[in-house]
């Protein structure tokens, strides 16, 4: 595909035909050198890989993690087209909240940890390769969010409870199931030491350790045309449960284990008598004990390959 057809994703974006040439587009360019694969060379393997494709940013910042915000404000001011980020998951989703839908498409290449929005566009490649590809074979990708104490997020939102099941998870991946027990039980017991949460959502309500919200990005219960949010109460009625939840989440689809309670909701309500911890696309935070969690459309727009994006309609 050549770089002056980029393919709108979505049934709204499509009915607005928009289309884009990158050659003349107004790209800007931020690096993160706080971010473990922003490395000396990053800077310029990054401005090598747009100049092949005949592509030049006109604006660039590079700087550690304190220099985000500003060179974000700064963005802001130069109505860029196109805004290349590299950096961790926290600027990333700083990054994603300062594009505007019909504005500024954002391309969140992974250069931290857990990569959680990149992961979800490019796949398992580096940002060397989800670059490439992208300029490629690229297309806009409308991103719909949630919102939850006045944070937004794209991906994925878990409140309360045990957040070291997910390491039991991966130790299973890795055949350590020595360290999946081991980890299971450490959650369980962080879990049942934690008020529970109530939570209300569609036609059900309860306590549960744990609430997760998908956005359709990820979800695989939702269809693209759904403006809903995937929810999901979690209970841990016990050792044995902990670690069939554990097992459940590396092996086969963990909504499916029995205790579970998930539906499609644009809002969510959270209680408890006391402040709610919280993940959002990876970055930790504290909520107060009362926590509405909405459905947010159209949050901005991304560039992906075309690719990846007919890989995920299989």
């Given at each position: 595909m050549a770089l002056t057809e980029i393919n709108v994703v979505g049934r709204e974006a499509a009915g607005g035909d928009r289309r884009l040439n990158l050659r003349q587009a107004r790209i800007g360019v931020l690096l993160n050198t706080s971010s473990g694969s922003?490395?000396?060379?990053?800077?310029?393997?990054?401005?090598?890989?747009?100049?092949?494709?005949?592509?030049?940013?006109?604006?660039?910042w590079c700087g550690g993690g304190a220099d985000v915000e500003a060179a974000l404000a700064e963005a802001r001011t130069h109505s860029l087209d196109v805004l290349v980020v590299l950096g961790g998951d926290g600027t990333i989703r700083a990054a994603?909240?300062?594009?505007?839908p019909g504005g500024t498409l954002l391309m969140p290449l992974p250069g931290g940890t857990m990569n959680v929005l990149p992961k979800a566009l490019y796949g398992g490649r580096s940002w060397r390769e989800a670059l490439q590809a992208t300029l490629a074979d690229p297309a806009i990708q409308?991103?719909?969010?949630?919102?939850?104490?006045?944070r937004r997020f794209y991906i994925a939102g878990i409140f309360g409870g045990p957040t070291k099941l997910a390491e039991a998870r991966e130790a299973v991946r890795e055949h350590d199931l020595a360290g999946a027990v081991e980890k299971g039980v450490a959650a369980l017991r962080e879990s049942l030491s934690a008020d529970s949460m109530s939570y209300r959502f569609a036609d059900r309500a309860g306590v549960a350790e744990a609430v997760a919200v998908l956005c359709p990005l990820i979800s695989r219960r939702l269809d693209d045309d759904e403006r809903v949010l995937e929810a999901a109460a979690i209970r841990i009625e016990g050792t044995v449960a902990a670690l069939r939840l554990a097992l459940n989440a590396a092996f086969r689809d963990w909504r499916e284990d029995p205790t579970v309670e998930?539906?499609?909701?644009?809002?969510?309500?959270?209680?408890?008598?006391?402040?709610?911890?919280?993940?959002?696309?990876?970055?930790?935070?504290?909520?107060?004990?009362?926590?509405?969690v909405e459905f947010a459309p159209n949050a901005f727009e991304a560039l992906r390959p075309q690719g990846e994006i007919e890989a995920a309609e299989d």
């Open positions: 922003c490395d000396l060379e990053a800077e310029a393997d990054l401005h090598g890989i747009l100049e092949s494709a005949g592509l030049r940013a006109e604006h660039r994603a909240e300062t594009c505007e409308p991103v719909h969010g949630g919102v939850a104490g006045g998930h539906a499609k909701t644009r809002l969510i309500e959270l209680s408890s008598n006391q402040p709610i911890p919280a993940m959002l696309d990876g970055e930790t935070f504290t909520l107060e004990g009362n926590v509405r």
